[in-house]
């Protein structure tokens, strides 16, 4: 049975009470594949690090549409990542353990800003 299919069947069995752990394990069982194929040299440790940290973001949510519908996004994400639909910076992005919009660390500019500030700041 191909890849996706398994994973679909697994996003369609969403009904029991673990089904939080069930995603969680089967992306910590699938991170080492994702981390050769897109060849990122972060640590395994720091990697599930990230990944728990992800999870436990969204811990306090307790109504089941929302965590239903988290849950199947969690295992299409993980499909479009084993199947190569994700890019390499997505996924650097997504184990990123900085959790910080990097839009905010930019110096923001005024309306008297200058052409070379403008091309400093990267647009």
């Known amino acids: 049975m191909p890849v996706a299919v398994q994973l679909a069947l697994k996003a369609r ?3 029991s009470p673990n089904s939080v752990a069930r995603l969680y394990r089967s992306v910590v069982k699938e991170l080492p594949r994702a981390l050769t194929i897109y060849d990122i040299d972060t640590p395994l440790p720091e990697a599930r690090a990230a990944i ?6 969204y811990g306090q949510i ?5 965590l239903d519908m988290l849950i199947e996004k969690g295992y299409m994400d993980l499909e479009e990542t ?5 890019q390499r910076s997505h996924l650097l ?9 990097q839009g905010s660390q930019r110096k ?12 400093a700041r990267g647009y």
């Open 13 to 15: 069995a969403t009904v």
């Open 62 to 66: 307790k109504d089941t549409r929302v």
């Open 93 to 101: 992005r997504s184990l990123s353990l900085n959790t910080e919009m």
């Open 82 to 86: 084993l199947l190569q639909h994700t």
């Open 52 to 57: 728990r940290s992800k999870f436990e973001y």
């Open 108 to 119: 923001r500019l005024s309306p008297e800003s200058s052409i070379d500030e403008q091309f």
